[in-house]
């Protein structure tokens, strides 16, 4: 017993490690991001090397562990899974860059909070799931709603006082002076950025989404992911081809572009899904979402010192009220969830009792059979 129960601790500790450093990566994908298209990388261009570098660390994992237990793949499934890759993976990136270019690595990972919701928000229009204002956990998803579009309305219209914690100087700013910092913004162009990011997060969570229908017509999960990530390199090629036909922003040297595409490429892509692969499997997805904030707090501290982001009360509380309504979701997804966990073990225990009570009248129904067996 004493053994279990030090392995339970100690599993626990693993998880609570795992989640941090799942944030932590994170947090690094919005910092290196930013800072690559900050010494002027294209960011068109950056999304199709990220994708590229994705595919070429997950094919050969992918095709070692699941090549010979893959379901077979039928056009019409293909066809989905690369209109799921255009949306959700190739054009869902690109508004990212675009959005992450015109505002700060904190406005990134805040509205990151706003994924559950949106998630909810986008699952509830396609009735998968279910809004019951009656009952305390509907309103609390409904609180949710509400806190994710305030937060989302305080980011874009109200910025208040810069609140400089460090001393602003951006470490990668000698590269290209001509860079204008998103802590300076034009109200336009912050407001562009906004609805960009939030139009990729609504990408995001209707790509999260429509996966759950993709999974039970092509339930290989490594296979599907690296065939998302090929077919979304072409996809972001194609993009960037168009958008972007000066041979220098295609070269990437031992800088801080190759940096940014190689970790984004295969510390985000991979290592992160194998975390979060097994602390859904160890702790369940409500754990992993909850320490969505992290990578908030670790954000704020590291654009403040590396980028010299000032960092604005308006982007503090509206990264607040989106971890409100983040929360608030989650505790109504989890009270719904017990409810109807007990429900269905209160009709177990009926259908049992109802199975004891006719195994128990089976011999007085026919006294004559122990008898005749005899």
Known sequence: MIIMKYMKMDEHRIAFM?????????????????????????????????????????????????????????FFTFCKIFMLSLFGIALCLNLYGIALVYTSAT??????????????????????????????????????????????????????????????????????????SSSVALPNTWLK???????????????????????????????????????????????????????????LGWNLRLLSVAYCGIVVTAVTYCLQAWVIEKKGPVYLAMSTPIALVITIFFSAVFLGESISLGSILGGLLLVGGLYFVLWGKSKEQKISEGLKEGTKECDDMEEGKDSTKLPNENPTSSVENV
């Open 18 to 74: 795992a989640v941090i450093l799942i944030q932590a990566i994170y947090a690094g994908m919005f910092l290196v991001s930013k800072a690559a298209f900050d010494v002027g990388m294209n960011s068109y261009v950056f999304v199709f090397y990220r994708q590229a570098f994705a595919t070429v660390f997950l094919s050969p994992i992918a095709f070692f562990f699941q090549w010979k237990d893959a379901p077979p793949l039928t």
């Open 107 to 180: 406005l990134a990972a805040a509205t990151t909070n706003s994924l559950p919701v949106t998630t909810f928000f986008v699952a509830l229009l396609l009735r998968m799931e279910v809004l019951r204002l009656k009952s305390i956990a509907g309103i609390g998803k409904l609180a949710g709603i509400l806190f994710c579009i305030g937060g989302v309305g305080v980011l874009a219209f109200y910025k208040g006082p810069q609140l400089n914690f460090f001393n602003h100087h951006h470490l990668f700013s000698v590269h290209n002076p001509n860079h204008h």
């Open 193 to 251: 950025g906004c609805f960009l990011m939030l139009s990729a997060n609504t990408l995001w969570g209707i790509w999260i989404v429509l996966q759950a229908f993709v999974l039970k017509s092509y339930p290989s999960k490594l296979m599907l992911t690296n065939l998302q990530c090929l077919l979304s390199s072409f996809q972001s090629f194609a993009i960037a081809i168009a958008m972007e036909r000066d041979p220098q922003q295609w070269k």
